[in-house]
């Protein structure tokens, strides 16, 4: 490589082959984690919305019967926290039917579904969490394998040189480090969306759980 020719697509394209390897993989990686963060991103705004419609539309007066029908009809329309609902009442609804007068049956009935139908609601918005997870805290890691590997082979390198100068060995090195600056543009983006999409699902969570407790004690006091 040219000592004068330092930019970053020449140190990348005169790398050593197992360095453009990590610095390809690392692009891929960051890639990965872009989709995810954008695809996530856009769930959970969603299912956030959905629910703070749903809860206004729950706290309506009205009646819940009319409310399970519409949410029946389109279940795909209402969101997470819809779902919970419409899983619990219809549970609820068919023990009544199956076992009229036993207000701890249907009860537990429809909790039993809402605590399911949360934990698959949980599952779809926590999915590809662990890759941002994963992305963030491996990524430096590969860059600096890549950054070490690229770093002995200039060293190497100086055994073949008379005289070893700083020109002599700047461009190896430089080559070197962009692994480990490739590395952390893919970590640091994961490792921040991680944070904060973990904390809007935890957010989330609780207005779940806060709902089927409320609901139930709803159903309670329908059952008197």
């Not at 697509?9 to 453009?20: D, E, F, P, R």
């Not at 390897?21 to 990686?29: E, H, N, T």
């Not at 207000?103 to 662990?130: P, T, V």
């Amino acid at each position: 490589m040219n000592n004068n020719d330092m930019s970053i697509l020449s140190l990348v394209t005169n790398a050593s082959v197992l360095v453009q390897c990590v610095m390809a993989g690392l692009l891929a990686i960051s890639i990965a984690s872009w989709t995810v963060i954008f695809r996530k991103g856009f769930q959970i705004r969603a299912a956030r919305a959905a629910t703070e419609r749903f809860e206004s539309e729950f706290w309506r007066p009205g009646d819940l019967h009319a409310l399970y029908e519409r949410t029946a009809e389109q279940p795909g329309d209402h969101g997470p926290l819809a779902r919970i609902f419409e899983s619990g009442m219809r549970e609820f609804l068919k023990t009544r039917q199956q076992k009229p007068g036993d207000a701890n049956a249907m009860l537990e009935a429809a909790r039993r579904a809402m605590r399911a139908a949360y934990q698959r609601e949980m599952d779809a918005l926590e999915s590809s969490l662990a890759f941002l997870a994963s992305a963030g805290s491996v990524s430096p890691y590969i860059g600096l394998f890549g950054t070490v590997w690229g770093i002995m082979n200039s060293f190497r390198g100086l055994a073949n040189v008379k005289q070893a100068t700083l020109a002599a060995v700047a461009p190896g090195i430089a080559e070197a480090l962009v692994a480990t600056a490739i590395g952390l543009f893919a970590a640091i983006p994961a490792f921040v969306a991680y944070n904060r999409f973990s904390y809007d699902v935890e957010r989330l969570s609780n207005r779940f759980d806060t709902f089927v407790e409320e609901f139930s004690n709803i159903l309670q006091r329908q059952t008197r």
